[in-house]
């Protein structure tokens, strides 16, 4: 691990201790899982950005998904 240091607003530094001291852990795995968690959702919104891209790029065609329409088998209630 590498020790850092950073600066952090006094009234955001209270809610960190006590969602610390609540859940009993410490500041360090605190802003850890906090650090891994908006990394995480970096990536999912880079992933959605790309999704988006790649249906502005391909559109869908109107039949793409009817395709096995016919060949699906409801059962009928009796």
């Given at each position: 691990m590498k020790t850092i240091q950073m600066t952090i607003d006094k009234e955001l530094l209270i809610e960190v201790d006590t969602a610390v001291r609540d859940l009993g852990t410490s500041r360090s795995a605190f802003l850890?899982?906090?650090l891994h968690l908006a990394l995480r959702r970096l990536r999912i919104a880079a992933?959605?950005?790309?999704?988006?891209?790649?249906?502005?790029?391909?559109?869908?065609?109107p039949n793409?998904?009817?395709?096995?329409q016919d060949?699906?088998?409801w059962e009928s209630e009796t």
């Amino acid at each position: 691990m590498k020790t850092i240091q950073m600066t952090i607003d006094k009234e955001l530094l209270i809610e960190v201790d006590t969602a610390v001291r609540d859940l009993g852990t410490s500041r360090s795995a605190f802003l850890r899982e906090a650090l891994h968690l908006a990394l995480r959702r970096l990536r999912i919104a880079a992933m959605e950005r790309q999704h988006t891209a790649g249906y502005e790029r391909h559109p869908i065609d109107p039949n793409e998904f009817n395709l096995w329409q016919d060949e699906q088998v409801w059962e009928s209630e009796t």
